[in-house]
Structures are given as structure tokens and as C-alpha cells.
């Protein structure tokens, strides 16, 4: 099983799961209404989750997040972990047993003997005439939504976009569960009132059909049994990972750290599982999940010895534009001797990582602008140094004025070359259309520019630009005086070749597609190609656009 599959079947199981607890919890709220209205709300619920593909992917998804999480449990070399992580694992592994009372007397019951558990009948049962229950079956509700969110929250926390939807998360995972649980005290209330009405209880007890002694006593099997089963599967999981530490502990590995440390850990361990092991503080947002990037290490001795990247750390280290010698250390195990350089200090957080302070470095969706001077060099033959200083900083201060004009950051001037970012802090719809808006200024303060040189230019300067929005790494860079902000990754290199493609097809302006997309600009008007950019899989879909003042009005 690839580690791409089993990352998306994880995350896919575990929001199934998710979307049944909301739902779930959605439908206790309705208690705050009335009991016929939990009762409706049940009928859509059950509609969904005792459907075909309801019950294929409600139990398919517990199955497999079940199953992965032991497997998760064995193949971590080692249980150090932070709290966090530690409290996610602990109440994970506790859910099973408190859940199985629940799932048995309710979905099973009705499963295997038609026994009917509509609110009345549960909200009695719970909060009137077993309240232990009640209050076990509320500590449960509380443990899995909690284990929920750290999963999602872990989940999503490096996200660019997620600093600012916190609040609304945050309110929403305070609000369901406490909204659930008064929908059903309130519920509690309302069938004590009516339990209060001589016979009401026997009659209402009387027209769903309960389980039977027999019945009973075999759901009481069916739990034991699920109960035994999931304690071996521990053990078992246990037993394998005490095996599989005496026969790795014959082949241990020597990891060097910068400061002159040195682990030895036992074969098998990742390097980051070494770090923790030895107590190295290393920085891992995402808890080793392969999803963050920030425990990335370069390897400075022994690279030759790894196995190479797996696709799903490849996808990682592409996305940050990782040098080939980067690995991160929560998915290489070496199998022999390596010296490694963690990149990020081990204190990094998120906001730091790739969330609001940009000068530590983060990754983020933006559009990157590249313009170039058309046949500058020919032209540059024919002048004198000073000549060519002086027109290439007129032609400087043209193209970066229309950019901060625009909105844009300019970045790097190289030869007659000009690199520009937009949207490092509005994302990268508002930063496609401020690079669109930059295009058209740029082109009319060089054409202005050339009407008044026109004595001194042999022929009207004229510029191609490339514009490309995607996913970059954004963060100030350099050494010594020269630190600039700047972006590296795909989307860098994309733009750069769209700028280039300005000359073959003769235009002032080449945009990817998905420029067009984030600003919502239709330019379907214009010749759409597919180009294919070296050491890149696939082609980008791009438009053609011959002159700026062709582009619609943004
Ligand atoms: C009640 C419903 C449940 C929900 C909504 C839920 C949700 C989640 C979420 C969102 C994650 C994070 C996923 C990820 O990072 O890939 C997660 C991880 C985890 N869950 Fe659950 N879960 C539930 C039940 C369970 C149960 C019953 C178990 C125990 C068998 C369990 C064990 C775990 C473990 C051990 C992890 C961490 C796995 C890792 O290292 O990535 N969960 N869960
Ligand atoms: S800890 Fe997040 S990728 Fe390694």
C-alpha cells in the first residue's frame, strides 16, 4: 500500500467519521427545540446513515481508521511524542471501548433483532433511568469530538489560510458539542414531564419494540466478544513492536546533529523518532504526519546510503522547492550512518512556519510576474556603459513603480529582467488581478518611456511578461547585505518560462489559466495553448494575450 494511499484513505475515514459526529450532535441540538423535532431530525439522519452507501461508508470508515491506527501504533518506533499527539493517541485508543455500549444496544440491536431506539426511548434510558450511563456516554461524546479536533486542527494548522478561520472553527467545535448535550438535557426534561403522566412510560416502552432477555443476553456476547477482539489486537500490536525492537536494537545507526551529538538508535528509526528518542528538541507541526515539511533536515553525510523519497515525501519537498540532498525527518529511516542539519529551529510554530510572519519563510498561493527587455542586449552593443545604466534604470523605475503601484512587490532586478510578487498578503485572487493591472501599466510606462527617448533608441523598447499563480515559498533571503524577500518553487519557475514564451509567440503577455481562474477574467478569447516546461510533469494551459490594452478591464 502506497503512503499517498494510506494518507488519503486516513484522512477520507476520518472525515466520514467526522461528518457522522457533527450530524450526530446536530441532531441532539434539536432537543432545544422538541422532542418531535430530535425525532424528525433522526428520520434524515437515518435516511443517510442506515442507507446502502450510508452504512458501507459510515462502517468502512471506522473499520479503516481503526485498522490504520493500530498500524499506526506499530509502525512508530518510539511513543515518545508531544502532549498533544499523546492525548489524540490515548483517547483514540479509549474510544472503541466506550463507544462499543453505545453502537451495540442502538445500530446493532436494530440490526440484528429489529429493536427500535428512537430519542424517547434513549433519552429515558440515559438521563432517567441509568444516569451512569448518561454521564459516560457524555464524557465519551466530549472525548471523540476532542480527539476530533486536535485531529483536524494538526491537520490543518500550517495552512496559510488557517490563522484566520480559527476563530470560526474554534466557535464552532465549542458550540456543537455544548449545543448537543443541552439539546439533550433539554429532551431529558421534556420526557421526564411526560414519564410524569401515569403509563406513558409502559406505553411508549410498550410501541418500540425493546430486545427481549434473549436478545439481550446476546448483545451482551456481541459486546464482550468486539471488547476481546480489540484487547488482543492491542496486545498483539504490542507484542509485534516488542519483537521488532529486539531484532532491530542488532542494527543500530548513528545519526551526527550539527552541535557534535550523536544518537544511536536502532535500525528502522526515522530521523525524527531519533530526535525524539535522544530528546533533540526538532520542529514537527504536524507530529510527524509527512504533511508540514517543517522537520526537514539536509543530509550532510551518508545521503548515498538513503532510501530514496517515497512519493508522498517527494510531493512534500517539491512543494517547498527542497534541494535534492532535503529529506524530512519524520519519513526517512536510514539504514546506515547519516549526518544531518535540521532547517527549522525546533521552536518554530506554525505562525512562523508558513503562517503570518512571512520573514521566517512560509508557503503560501500567490502570482509570481517575470518581464524581460525585448532585444536589450543587441541594442546595449551599439552604447556607451553610462548610456545603457541610464536606460535600464529609467526602465527600472518604469516597471517597479506600475508593480508597487499595482500592489506588487518587485524582488529582483536582473539584467533587463524583472521579477515581481502579488498577493503575499491578499492571497492570490487579489494578487492575479494586481499582476494583470501591473502588465498593462508596465507596457504603457515603457511605451512612454520610448516615445521620450525615440532620438536615443534605434527602435521602440519593447518588454514580454509571464504571470503564474500557484503555491510558492515565500520568506526573505540572502546573505549578508543582500536579503530580499523573494519565492522559489514551481509557480516561480512557471512564470519565469511563461515570460519566455512571450518571444515565441511574439506577445507582450502570456498568463497561465489559472491566473485567469483567481481573477475571474474571462480571456477566452484569446489563443489558449498547452506549454510544456522542463524538469515539470504535464503541460500548463496558458493564453496568449499580443497586446495588454486587449485585456479586459479588471
Ligand atoms: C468517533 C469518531 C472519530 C473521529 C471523528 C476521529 C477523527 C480523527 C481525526 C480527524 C484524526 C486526524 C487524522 C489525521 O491526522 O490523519 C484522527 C486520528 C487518529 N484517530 Fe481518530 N477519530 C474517531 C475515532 C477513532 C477511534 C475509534 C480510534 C481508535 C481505534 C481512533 C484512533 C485514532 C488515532 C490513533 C489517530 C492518530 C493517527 C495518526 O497518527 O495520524 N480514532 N481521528
Ligand atoms: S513533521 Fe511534518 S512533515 Fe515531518
Not at 484487547?231 to 546533529?257: D, H, K, P, Q, W
Not at 504533511?291 to 548515498?304: A, F, K, N, P
Request: proline share 5%; glycine share 10%.
Amino acid at each position: 500500500m502506497s503512503r499517498v494511499f494510506v494518507r488519503r484513505l486516513r484522512l477520507g475515514a476520518a472525515f466520514v467519521l467526522l461528518a457522522y459526529l457533527i450530524l450526530h450532535f446536530a441532531n441532539h441540538a434539536l432537543g432545544l427545540v422538541s422532542l418531535e423535532a430530535m425525532g424528525a431530525g433522526r428520520w434524515w439522519f437515518l435516511a443517510l446513515w442506515r442507507s446502502a452507501p450510508g452504512t458501507l461508508a459510515l462502517y468502512g470508515a471506522i473499520t479503516a481508521h481503526g485498522l490504520l491506527a493500530l498500524w499506526l501504533l506499530y509502525d512508530r518506533r518510539t511513543l515518545r511524542m508531544p502532549p498533544w499527539e499523546a492525548t489524540q493517541y490515548a483517547i483514540g485508543l479509549l474510544l472503541p471501548a466506550l463507544l462499543v455500549v453505545h453502537v451495540v444496544s442502538t445500530r446493532i440491536a436494530w440490526w440484528r433483532f429489529g429493536v427500535d431506539d428512537p430519542y424517547q426511548r434513549i433519552v429515558l434510558g440515559l438521563s432517567l433511568q441509568s444516569p451512569e450511563f448518561g454521564a459516560r456516554q457524555t464524557l465519551t461524546l466530549v472525548l471523540a469530538w476532542l480527539h476530533a479536533c486536535i485531529g483536524v486542527h494538526y491537520w490543518l494548522r500550517f495552512r496559510s489560510w488557517y490563522p484566520r478561520a480559527l476563530p470560526w472553527l474554534f466557535t464552532v467545535a465549542l458550540l456543537l458539542p455544548t449545543l448537543a448535550l443541552l439539546g439533550f438535557v433539554v429532551a431529558g426534561r421534556e420526557v421526564a414531564a411526560l414519564a410524569r403522566t401515569p403509563g406513558w412510560t409502559e406505553a411508549m416502552l410498550r410501541s418500540v419494540h425493546a430486545a427481549g432477555p434473549a436478545e439481550a443476553a446476546r448483545l451482551v456476547a456481541i459486546r464482550r466478544g468486539f471488547l476481546d477482539t480489540y484487547l488482543i489486537a492491542l496486545v498483539v500490536v504490542f507484542t509485534a513492536r516488542g519483537g521488532r525492537r529486539l531484532l532491530e536494537r542488532r542494527r543500530s545507526i548513528r545519526i551526527a546533529y550539527p552541535n557534535g551529538r550523536v544518537v544511536i538508535a536502532p535500525g528502522g528509526f526515522t530521523i525524527l523518532e531519533a530526535s525524539r528518542l535522544a530528546g533533540i528538541p526538532h520542529a514537527s507541526v504536524c507530529g510527524g504526519r509527512g504533511r508540514c515539511s517543517t522537520c526537514r533536515v539536509r543530509i550532510v553525510g551518508g545521503l548515498e546510503g538513503l532510501p530514496p523519497p517515497r512519493e508522498a515525501e517527494r510531493r512534500v519537498l517539491a512543494r517547498v522547492g527542497a534541494a535534492p540532498d532535503v529529506r524530512l525527518a519524520c519519513q526517512t529511516r536510514p539504514a546506515g550512518d547519516v549526518a544531518v542539519e535540521p532547517l527549522l529551529a525546533p521552536s518554530v510554530v506554525p505562525a512562523e512556519a508558513f503562517g503570518t510572519d512571512v520573514r521566517q519563510g512560509r508557503e503560501q498561493e500567490l502570482a509570481v510576474l517575470f518581464a524581460d527587455l525585448r532585444g536589450f542586449t543587441r541594442m546595449a552593443e551599439n552604447k556607451l556603459p553610462y548610456d545603457v545604466v541610464f536606460l535600464l534604470n529609467r526602465y527600472f523605475e518604469a516597471v517597479g513603480t506600475a508593480i508597487t503601484g499595482a500592489g506588487g512587490v518587485t524582488n529582483q532586478f536582473t539584467g533587463d529582467g524583472v521579477m515581481a510578487l502579488f498577493g503575499i498578503e491578499s492571497g492570490p485572487a487579489a494578487g492575479s488581478r494586481q499582476a494583470l493591472v501591473a502588465a498593462r501599466a508596465m507596457v504603457e510606462r515603457v511605451n512612454a518611456l520610448s516615445a521620450e527617448l525615440a532620438g536615443d533608441l534605434p527602435t521602440p523598447l519593447r518588454i514580454g511578461i509571464g504571470i503564474h499563480a500557484g503555491p510558492a515559498v515565500v520568506g526573505r533571503m540572502g546573505w549578508g547585505e543582500s536579503f530580499y524577500l523573494t519565492a522559489v518553487g514551481d509557480t516561480v519557475h512557471v512564470a519565469a518560462r511563461l515570460e519566455q514564451a512571450t518571444k515565441d509567440y511574439a506577445a507582450e503577455l502570456v498568463v497561465s489559466e489559472d491566473v485567469a481562474r483567481h481573477a475571474t477574467l474571462d480571456l477566452s478569447h484569446f489563443p489558449a495553448h498547452d506549454l510544456s516546461v522542463r524538469n515539470r510533469a504535464g503541460k500548463v494551459a496558458i493564453r496568449v494575450i499580443d497586446h495588454v490594452t486587449n485585456l479586459p478591464t479588471i
